[in-house]
């Protein structure tokens, strides 16, 4: 009998729930991905999967326009256009063609240049690039900067996540998760939202140096990580057995069933949910300022005061969103999973996943 197993073991909080955006802009992005060549013309499988990369857009950033809705799609483009060379297998392990490809992508982002025969891939991160960089101006230069080195980080963890299976029976669950936790790419999204949510730029960009909200951030990543693991599972079955898949591999390596792997993902994920909570009260705790000017000394009303009080109120509100944020990413995935087509099916172990879907894809002005 197959055993069925649900994501309602992983204890996230209600209060993390949000509900999705609208899909206007998935038509903007796919036809800006048909002018830089990452996606082909008129071609089904093309169209199928630009509606499930950008899909992921209105559930991270529930709150956001529609040009932060199209940065984030924009962003999850680049990711899978990329990521899919090694990933789709079309360089194989060709190790000089990789380093290649990861060294001319990194000198998008660090150095500002692209090649004249670039790639649909490297056309849209430069393009990436350079709108934050206009996005973010002189004020929140060190905003762009980081952003830069965070998408470096990422591209330069593909080949090293991709080579963990090479030479080993299984993999170590710890050794993973530390790849897995820059490989997933949330980092670059963390960044983005606080050019989305914080438009003004009232939020001093030393607090996004302190340790907390690194390893809020970090947890985050794992969470979202080992969650799109779990629902990918038995598409990755399918497709190559699933090495990296921690569902897997924990089998092999600790010579478990299914039901006692995923206990202890599911074990793992509800201690650092458990961590991350107590790290985002004392974060919140540490830089909440308050609105209310008070004296003891005059009554006379302080127009500056006044003024003060209104910035302040604006920092707190746009730091409350950026904090809640973080955490609304990871009720996000787990609802994206849950109705996405790339993994739904009537034999998914996960009875949230487990259902028979028509894939209807919407985008305007394309004739299916």
Excluded at 57 to 80: C, H, I, T, Y
Excluded at 109 to 121: R, V
Aim: hydrophobic content about 35%.
């Amino acid at each position: 009998m197959k055993q069925i197993l649900s994501l309602k073991d992983i204890k996230l909080p209600v209060c993390w729930e949000t509900k999705p955006n609208k899909t206007e802009y998935m038509d903007f992005v796919y036809q800006e991905s048909l002018e830089m060549e990452v996606w082909r013309k008129d071609n089904e499988i093309d169209i199928l999967t630009h509606h499930h990369v950008t899909d992921l857009s209105r559930f991270f950033w529930p709150n956001a326009n529609f040009e932060g809705l199209v940065l984030g799609a924009e962003l999850m483009v680049w990711f899978f256009a990329f990521d899919d060379l090694f990933d789709g297998g079309f360089i194989d392990d060709n190790e000089n063609e990789q380093s290649r490809l990861v060294n001319r992508m990194n000198n998008v982002f660090m150095e500002g240049t692209i090649e004249t025969d670039s790639t649909g891939a490297e056309r849209m991160g430069y393009h990436i690039r350079n709108k934050v960089k206009s996005i973010c101006g002189e004020k929140r230069q060190s905003t762009f900067l980081r952003f830069n080195s965070s998408c470096v980080q990422w591209i330069d963890s593909i080949i090293p996540f991709i080579k963990l299976k090479k030479n080993q029976i299984s993999l170590d669950f710890n050794l993973y998760l530390y790849h897995r936790k820059y490989n997933i790419g949330a980092i670059p999204c963390f960044i983005i939202s606080e050019i989305i949510l914080d438009p003004m730029s009232t939020i001093d960009s030393f607090i996004w140096s302190d340790s907390r909200w690194i390893k809020m951030s970090e947890i985050t990543c794992e969470i979202i990580a080992l969650v799109n693991d779990c629902a990918s599972y038995e598409k990755e079955i399918k497709e190559n057995g699933a090495p990296l898949n921690p569902l897997k591999f924990i089998q092999i390596e600790k010579n478990f069933n299914l039901q006692e792997s995923y206990e202890h993902i599911s074990n793992y994920l509800n201690k650092i949910i458990k961590q991350y909570i107590e790290l985002e009260l004392s974060f919140i705790n540490s830089y909440k300022l308050s609105t209310k000017t008070t004296t003891t000394t005059t009554t006379t009303i302080n127009d500056d005061d006044d003024d003060d009080d209104d910035i302040n109120s604006d920092r707190n509100i746009n730091f409350t969103s950026i904090v809640n944020h973080l955490h609304n990413m990871s009720f996000a995935n787990v609802s994206w999973s849950t109705q996405t087509p790339r993994y739904l099916s009537q034999t998914q172990p996960f009875i949230e996943l487990r259902r028979n879907t028509k894939i209807v894809t919407k985008i305007c002005n394309i004739k299916k």
